[in-house]
């Protein structure tokens, strides 16, 4: 036996596999938040959203073929074409003295472009290479608006000469002789307004063949307040003259007892301006297929004449502190503005409400919508949702500064803008309110309006659009408090008709106000005025309930006129309606205020005692020195004088309030040479500073419409008593009678004004 068999034979072990262990999962941990990505955000486009990119530019173009082929194109391309109909030339006839212009009232633009007014025809006259053939030739005028356009969306509207075949815009033969035919074209009334594009098009047996695009031909369709079945429509030819055809206006300012003018010019149909009012529409990106209902219109360009929101036309500024722009007493018209922006793509510095108007009101007047400048006196702004303006008394009658928030402007410029209402029961059409000037948010927007007047008038303030605002700015009740120890408030007087006391506006055809306040509100006191307020208060409006007695001490207070710089007195009248002798501590506060009501300094503050006899009268008399107010005056020259004081034997409280505007010195503005069309004439603007201090970095603006363009000069100094005299030569280009406006601006002199009306001969 070998050694090998008697050694044992071992298994060896196999070492045991080792089971994973699971490799555990991170737990998340928080990061910081990415930080915000510098600059704008980027622009939200509609793709994804829609098949093709919403039209929202008047400006946009898109490719339309010169040959729109039906078959395929053989090798050998195609035929000659020398048989059929081929355009030679398109005669728009669209110089200011030819027809259209004309019979369309749009011979006043300044632009050598076809402007017509939807709803009436035009006449084009064509010129094909031989006599056309209705029964044999076919062609069609076609009309292109923005970049997308459609036939369902009103964007692309063919024209047919035959009644066989028509559009929504009417077309007919008018004449017909040799090669040229005379073609009328209607377009329909509710078309979109803007600047078309003009094609003709002439059918073949292989394809449609166009006219090339030529800038010459664009066609800019505008509202028709002349016929009946535009939404504007406005049957009463001396108020359509003005609200359209106008280009000079006044704006009414300063107080209701002492009514100011500013003059102004509208300039719509100045050269740039319409093309400006295009692009405000086009810069909102309001589609095109909104563009021919004047709601929206209105109530889109409403948002965009601020610059709140939307980079706007206009930057608002009340602060007194115009040095990176125009003071807005400055500017004396609309085209400067407007032309300003429409170039710079910026919003133009600065404007103040009656500005907002003046320029809203060019707007709505180029585009053929028939508007007004209004103007409230004592305008409540009302931005908590009730009818009160609260002014807050201590307990001796003063009143209390730090409590006293609200604020009364002494007069508030907007527009009334007229057409009819669908949206709206019927009667609410008309004059609606819209409103420019930035005060409350609407829809997210700074806008207002349009707000039918009918519906404020009577308390229908559900109804769009910002009713219920309008309704609060002329209906508001001011309520004075007396507040105790304990902070409790308690009503002692309240004054129900000084919020709205005046609504102003131009007369038609005539330079003197239209008193319309009737139109916004019914009588004071009267059973109407009642039902209207419960009707508003039924939508949410709450106005004071209680009905103090009045005091048996009545305070009067005198109508002033003084000029600036000069020292006048306030004379405080009492009367003592009593059977006894009545004690009244007095309390008077002199302020140096803006126009809207909010105080920038007092400079009086006064105490008299005033005793008065037993059904007498007692005057008290105030003097206030110009020394005292001429350092603190702020713009537009507004002194507010309120007169507070507690009846000694009754406790009863009796108050009173007074705006005084200050009267500005005037320019003198003087014109020499023919008044007539094409020849050279002068204007000279002299101005004497009367003061008996210098006025510095001085402003002196002109222009007139038809005559000049908006012209200025700085200086840098006007010495005490020294004159100022600027001419400017110009030339008329249009006959009919005009004005030149001429303003003076500085720190410590706004609102200085003149004028002079002149007739020029064709």
Known sequence: MSDQGDTPITTPIPTPTPIPIPTPTPIPTPTPTPAVPAGPPPKVTNRGRSADPMASSNTDSADVPEFEY??????????????????????????????????????LYGTNFLIVRRGQEFQIKITFNRPYNPAEDKFAV??????????????????????????????RILDNSDNVITMGITPSADCIVGKYRMYIAVVTPYGIRR???????????????????DAVFLDDEDERDECVMNEMGIIYHGAYDDVAERTWNYGQFDYGVLDAC??????????????GDPIKVARKASAMLNSRDDEGVL??????????????????????????????????????????????????????????????????HDNDGNLKTDIILDENGKIDRNRTRDSIWNYHCWNECYMSRPDLPTGFGGWQVVDATPQETSDGMYRCGPAS????????????????????????DVVFYTRSRDGTLEPVKVNRAHVGRMVLTKAPGLETRRDITEQYKFPEGGTEERTVLEKAEEYGCHREKSNPPP????????????????????????????????????YVSGNVVYYTGVTSSEFLFKTPRVTIDPKKSETEVVQVHSKNYMKQLVEQANLHFIVTGKVKETSQIVTAMKVVTLRAPKLTVKVSGMPKVSEEMMAVVEFTNPFSYNLEDVYVRIEGPGVMPPKYKHYNLITAGSTL????????????????????????LRQVYGQVSITIQS
């Open 70 to 107: 039906f078959v395929a194109v053989g090798p050998r391309g195609l035929p000659p074409l020398t048989e059929f109909l081929d355009i030679w030339d398109v005669n728009l006839l669209k110089r200011s003295e030819e027809v259209n212009r004309r019979q369309h009232h749009t011979d």
């Open 142 to 171: 076609e009309f292109v608006i923005g970049g997308n356009p459609q036939y369902s969306k009103g964007s692309y509207m063919p024209v047919f000469p035959t009644k066989e075949r028509q559009s929504s815009w009417e077309g």
């Open 211 to 229: 006219t090339r695009r030529d800038e010459s031909r664009d066609v800019y369709v505008l509202f028709n307040p002349w016929v009946a079945a």
């Open 278 to 291: 295009l692009y405000i529409m086009d810069r909102a990106e309001m589609p095109i297929t909104n563009r």
């Open 315 to 380: 930057v608002g500024n009340w602060s007194g502190d115009y040095t990176y722009g125009v003071a807005p007493t400055s500017w004396t018209g609309s085209t400067e503005i407007l032309l300003n922006y429409s170039r710079s793509k910026m919003p133009v510095c600065y404007a103040q409400c009656w500005v907002y108007a003046a320029v809203f009101n060019s707007f709505l007047r180029c585009l053929g919508i028939p508007a007004r400048v209004v103007t409230n006196f004592y305008s409540a």
């Open 453 to 476: 007047v009918q519906a404020i008038k009577h308390g229908q303030i559900c109804f769009p659009f910002d009713a219920a605002f309008v309704f609060a700015e002329v209906n508001s």
């Open 551 to 586: 005091a048996d001490v009545e305070l009067v207070m005198p109508s002033l006129e003084i000029a600036m710089g000069h020292d006048f007195d306030l004379n405080l009248e009492f009367k003592n309606h009593s059977d006894q002798r009545r004690t009244v501590d007095t």
């Open 725 to 748: 005299t600027w001419s400017e030569l110009f030339t008329p280009r249009r006959p009919g009678p005009t004005r030149l406006i001429a303003s003076l601006d500085c720190a410590a």
